[in-house]
């Protein structure tokens, strides 16, 4: 069952955004906003599908960007200013609003030139580190490690990051909830009964992170951290000296990265990653499979913020 509700207004990614579907999860506005850069509405999409679509992959028809997702809803993102959903007879609004924040989000995002990146980033002293890498490789988790002694987390999942006023690359806070792995709450200590699964990822939670969770709106970017699993068995890290090498890191982890070419946007994520490698610090960190814990990470990562800073 589906509800609905009267339009409310919410902020998230650096955008104000009325829904006629509720987001729990985002921190909502009181009263009424003018300028609205996102509206989230329902409306029938069997008509366009069908002529459009194909299961299983993105379709792309000029500025508009349609999914498919079995017994869940059709999405249609459209120009970077609307979402419009168009739900299955009984789907589940938990799993609709799921897609919503994530790959529609992520899609928004790179329809309004803010690049998405897929990872988790934390506010240490001020500056956001953004922490990327594939799924498994424990982005989270070691986001949940920097909460644990006391830094704010302030995206999961899909970082967005724009330039300011000043030309700098900055990180729009999101919404307060991580993403976490069952291997991953076991090892931070979480009890798996007291969350949310994620529906068909059984074995991923929703955990909310409200009091960890970063409170202003925005913060300028410092550095980047690449999460790898490894065969070997310890624990390195590198600085990534050269920025072409920093290229193809920021193209593999840039959320949804499959529309940029049939969105005619690979110019411009060429220039704006081109300019993000040049102006912020990334790292390597390469891990084994098994052997060491997410703290031992958390290490690396604050040491090397530090060393960094002293250089400075």
Same mark, same amino acid.
Not at 28 to 45: A, E, Q
């Given at each position: 069952?589906?509800?609905?509700?009267?339009? #409310?207004?919410?902020?998230?990614?650096?955008? =104000?955004?009325? *829904?006629?579907?509720?987001?729990?999860?985002?921190?909502?506005?009181?009263?009424?906003?003018? +300028?609205?850069?996102?509206?989230?509405?329902?409306?029938?999409?069997?008509?366009?599908? /069908?002529?459009?679509?194909?299961?299983?992959?993105?379709?792309?028809? +000029?500025?508009?960007?349609?999914?498919?997702?079995?017994? #869940?809803?059709?999405?249609?993102?459209?120009?970077?200013?609307?979402?419009?959903? *168009?739900?299955? %007879?009984?789907?589940?609004?938990? /799993?609709?609003?799921?897609?919503?924040?994530?790959?529609?989000?992520?899609?928004?995002?790179?329809?309004?030139?803010?690049?998405?990146?897929?990872? *988790?980033? &934390?506010?240490?002293?001020?500056?956001?580190?953004?922490?990327?890498?594939?799924?498994?490789?424990?982005?989270?988790?070691? &986001? *949940?490690?920097?909460?644990?002694?006391?830094? /704010?987390?302030?995206?999961?999942?899909?970082?967005?990051?724009?330039?300011?006023?000043?030309?700098?690359?900055?990180? !729009?806070?999101?919404?307060?909830?991580?993403?976490?792995? %069952?291997?991953? @709450?076991?090892?931070?200590? @979480?009890?798996? +009964?007291?969350?949310?699964?994620?529906?068909?990822?059984?074995?991923?939670?929703?955990?909310?992170?409200?009091?960890?969770?970063?409170?202003?709106?925005?913060?300028?970017?410092?550095?980047?951290?690449?999460?790898?699993?490894?065969? !070997?068995?310890?624990?390195?890290?590198?600085?990534?000296?050269? =920025?072409?090498?920093?290229?193809?890191? @920021?193209?593999?982890?840039?959320?949804?990265?499959?529309?940029?070419?049939?969105?005619?946007?690979? %110019?411009?994520?060429?220039?704006?990653?081109?300019?993000? &490698?040049?102006?912020?610090?990334?790292?390597?960190?390469?891990?084994?499979?098994?052997?060491?814990?997410?703290?031992?990470?958390?290490?690396?990562?604050?040491?090397?913020?530090?060393?960094?800073?002293?250089?400075?």
């Amino acid at each position: 069952m589906i509800s609905t509700c009267e339009s #409310t207004f919410y902020r998230a990614f650096g955008l =104000s955004i009325q *829904s006629d579907i509720p987001l729990p999860e985002v921190k909502r506005v009181n009263g009424t906003i003018k +300028n609205i850069d996102v509206n989230i509405r329902f409306d029938d999409l069997r008509g366009e599908w /069908k002529e459009y679509g194909r299961e299983g992959k993105f379709a792309v028809i +000029n500025d508009t960007v349609m999914f498919h997702i079995k017994n #869940t809803a059709i999405f249609s993102v459209v120009k970077g200013e609307r979402v419009i959903v *168009s739900p299955f %007879e009984h789907s589940d609004e938990n /799993k609709i609003r799921l897609y919503v924040l994530g790959s529609c989000m992520g899609i928004i995002l790179l329809q309004k030139k803010i690049l998405p990146l897929h990872g *988790s980033a &934390a506010v240490i002293d001020g500056k956001a580190y953004a922490i990327l890498g594939h799924s498994g490789a424990g982005k989270s988790t070691l &986001a *949940s490690t920097l909460m644990n002694i006391g830094y /704010k987390l302030i995206s999961d999942d899909v970082i967005a990051v724009s330039l300011s006023e000043n030309q700098e690359f900055i990180v !729009h806070s999101s919404y307060p909830q991580q993403k976490l792995w %069952e291997e991953s @709450l076991a090892k931070l200590g @979480l009890p798996e +009964n007291k969350y949310s699964p994620l529906f068909e990822r059984e074995k991923k939670y929703a955990i909310p992170v409200e009091p960890s969770f970063y409170e202003g709106e925005r913060v300028p970017l410092a550095g980047i951290f690449e999460l790898e699993k490894s065969e !070997h068995e310890q624990l390195t890290i590198e600085k990534v000296q050269n =920025s072409i090498e920093k290229l193809p890191v @920021l193209f593999h982890h840039t959320f949804r990265n499959s529309v940029l070419n049939r969105l005619g946007l690979l %110019e411009w994520h060429f220039s704006t990653t081109a300019s993000l &490698a040049d102006q912020v610090e990334m790292y390597r960190i390469k891990r084994p499979t098994t052997g060491f814990t997410p703290y031992e990470i958390q290490s690396l990562l604050l040491n090397a913020i530090r060393k960094g800073e002293k250089r400075c």
